[in-house]
Structures are given as C-alpha cells and as structure tokens.
C-alpha cells in the first residue's frame, strides 16, 4: 500500500513511519552476542561475563542505535518508494495513538525541495558588459606602478599637494577635550590618497613646514569610530615635513624591479596589457554574470526550503564571525549577529542555486575536464611558474571543485546569452576597475 504523504504547509510533509519490535529485539540480541565475546566486565575474564551481564552494561546503548538504523532504514525505504527530495535533516516525534502491539511508531517531519519550472529563457532580458583596454589604460597602470614605487625627498619650502608625503602633528578636541585616537605626533601619509577625511586633507593641502592651522571637521554619522561618529571636532595641526614624490623612470630597472628579469620595457609593457586585459575581461565577466542572475531570480517565483536557507544563513554568520576574529574584534565568538541580516540575501542565494542546478540538468551544463584544465591554465598564467600552479589545482580535490563550480556558472551564463535578449554595454574602465 502506498504509503500516506500529509502535506502540512507549503514544502512541509510528514510521514508515519513504524517498526517491528521484534525485528528490533532479534538485531539487538544479535549485536549483544557479538559484544560479549570481547565485553570486560568486572570480576570476569573478557568474553566469560553472562549476556544477561552484557545486556545491562551494553544494552541500552545498542538498543538506541537499533531503533536509529531501522527508523532510518523505514525512512530511507518510504523515500524511495514515494521519491520525494528530502530538503535539510528530519525531525522524528515518538507516536503512541492507534499503534499496535509489538511496533514502535514515529511521525518524521521534512521539507521536501520544490518542484521548479524553467522560465523562458528568450524571455530574459540581459545585459551584457564590455570594455576596452588601451594605451592610455596601460600608461594609466604604469603611472600606478610608479607610485608605488616613489620616493620621496623632502622640500624645505614646498606647498603641499597631491601625491605629497606629509608628516605633522596633530590634536583633535570635541567640545574642547581632546579624544581617544584623536592625537599624534610624527604622522604621515600621502596627500590625496584617501586615508584621511576629505576636510582633513584639504585643511593640508597648500602648507608648508612648519606651518599651523586649527580647523573644524565634521565625522560621518556611519565612521568607523563611533564614539565621534556624527560630531564635530577641532583639530589642530603643524606641519613638520614635506617630501616630494619622486617617481621611477620607466627603464631597465624599473623592469626589473616588476620582475621582468632581463629589464625588457617592451616586454613589461606587454605584461602589463595582458594582465590588465585578463582582469579587465574577468570583471565584466563578472558584470554579465550578475545581470543574468538577475534575470533569472527576477523569472522565477517558488517556494524555498527553509531549512536551506537556515543553512546558508548560519553559514554567513560563521564566516561574519571568523572576519571580525581575523580584525582583532574581542568576544567575535559570542558577538551578536542577527539572522534578520543575511536572511533575505540566503533566501534569493538558495533559490537562485535551486534554479541553476535544475537548468544544469535539463540543458545538461555540467563543467566537462577540459573546460576545467582550460580554466585552470587561464589561471595559472597570473603567477611566474605556471605549471606547478596547474598541478596543484590538478591533485587538490578541493581546489578542482572551486574551478568547477566557476566553470559550471559560466557554462549557465553563457547558456543563457545564447537565447536571452541582450544589450551590449561598454563599460569605462576606471569604473569597472573601481577607480575614481
């Protein structure tokens, strides 16, 4: 007979499920015979104590497990007979009413994984993202790569400005008392980089050594610091050094020193143009990818297991948890997270997971070795010895799986162009760069 399925609520079912305690009775005996000729139990030598001996030291213990395998096995047996899709672990209740003698009853309660009808993929409409990498990005990176590798000489009577290391002192008062972390002295840092507040680094700008100034400077109501987040303060500064950058030229070692090791500009450059094209393509890769997730959430509407989406949840709060750890932030293990903070994101990543798994079977998607050798190739030219880059991914497991995984997106994605509406975009590469 077919067994009963009651359908609690959306995606919740339960089932009843019983056993025979005799089946119980004679696997337990079974089991307690194969224990006793080992068991140590006092005042006998091992494997001479009464079973009767064994069964009170043993047999509870084993008895419990009995009753969990074949629960489990009735389960198993009714979930294939039913083939329903167990989302998340069941939760199992003891049943006493219209149970009969000599069975042991249960109710397991599960969700089950939705069924998921395909949108219409021509339907969709998608953005496709591109961008183009010039001369003029090239010099742009190089400029970059000279910063960062300036130096600096000090100007006895220089203005400051941008690109400037500026060292002074410093002392800031809210409502005349200086503040925790407000004061230094022998700071540095470079003009228009960013490290300091907007209004900081303008009151800088256009002073020299050994010049003061007192200013106001408002902080942000969402800065970091929030014991001053949202008020006003007065800081006073004097300068002590300005130091002039003084950037490399673009030469033999300026090449070697980015490990071109025959000093070849040419062939920098040349490495400089790939690399950026390399990031630039997986950037708006990434752009495109988003946009058809996006398309495909926005097409579908289904119910989700909420058990998943607890999963996925947790799992961003363990992972918030081990961030603020790496940060140095004290009692990170037992800080508060509220779920209410990743819950809707989990619920859109579950059933955005569902929907991609359930178009990886229909159009039969599956990441294929050679894409992730190809994929793993493309990666390993991001470091000097490629090779051994390729056979690490190659013999981990692990790290094979991640490829597969971006492999397999990628076969969606592009799955989805073919038949999907799309509009081509350039991009500004500073903007997909996220520069300013």
């Known amino acids: 007979m077919q067994p009963v399925v009651e359908t609690l609520s959306g995606l919740e079912r339960r089932v009843d499920l019983v056993v025979s305690m005799a089946d119980i009775e004679k696997e337990v005996q079974t089991q307690l015979k194969r224990v006793a000729r080992t068991a140590k139990i006092q005042g006998f030598r091992p494997g001479k104590a009464p079973l009767a001996m064994v069964e009170r030291s043993h047999g509870p213990g084993i008895r419990y497990d009995v009753i969990n395998t074949e629960v489990g096995r009735a389960l198993d047996n009714l979930l294939k007979e039913t083939q329903l899709r167990v989302a998340g672990t069941p939760s199992l209740e003891p049943k006493t009413e219209g149970v009969e003698d000599g069975q042991l009853a249960f109710s397991a309660t599960f969700e089950v994984y939705p069924e998921i009808e395909l949108p219409d993929l021509s339907a969709l409409n998608v953005t496709r993202s591109n961008v183009d990498v010039g001369d003029a990005e090239v010099q742009r990176t190089v400029d970059i790569l000279r910063k960062q590798r300036a130096n600096f000489e000090v100007r006895e009577d220089r203005e400051a400005q941008d690109n400037d290391r500026i060292t002074l ?78 950037l490399p030229e673009v030469d033999a070692e300026f090449a070697k020193s980015l490990g071109q090791p025959e000093g070849d500009v040419e062939k920098l ?90 178009l990886v079977g229909k159009a039969d998607l599956q990441a294929k070795p050679e894409q992730v050798r190809a994929r793993i190739e493309e990666l390993a030219q991001n470091y000097e010895q490629p090779a051994q880059v390729v056979a690490y991914y190659l013999s981990d497991r692990q790290r094979r799986a991640e490829i597969e995984a971006i492999v397999l997106e990628d076969n969606v994605v592009n799955h989805v162009l073919e038949k999907a ?7 500004e590469f500073d903007e997909l760069m996220g520069a300013a």
């Open 269 to 358: 450059l040349a490495d400089i143009r790939n690399n950026i094209e390399r990031e630039a393509k997986a950037r708006a890769l990434s752009r495109t990818k988003a946009s058809v997730l996006d398309a495909l959430a926005a097409a579908v509407s289904f119910d989700v297991p909420k058990a998943l989406v607890e999963g996925d949840t947790q799992s961003r709060i363990d992972a918030a948890r081990a961030d603020l750890k790496a940060r140095g932030v004290p009692n990170a293990d037992s800080l508060p997270i509220p779920a209410e903070a990743f819950s809707a994101e989990s619920e859109r990543r579950v059933r955005l997971g569902l929907l991609v798994s359930e």
């Open 421 to 427: 509406r799309i509009t081509d975009e350039n991009v």
């Open 169 to 246: 002192d410093f002392v800031g008062k809210i409502d005349d008392v200086a503040f925790d972390g407000g004061s230094a002295e022998g700071f540095s840092f470079v003009l228009g980089q960013g490290r300091m507040l907007p209004e900081f680094e303008e009151a800088v700008r256009g002073m020299k050594a050994g010049d003061t100034k007192t200013f106001p400077l408002e902080f942000p109501a969402d800065y970091a610091g929030k014991e001053v987040a949202g008020k006003k303060a007065d800081f006073e500064i004097k300068v002590t050094e300005v130091a002039e950058a003084i």
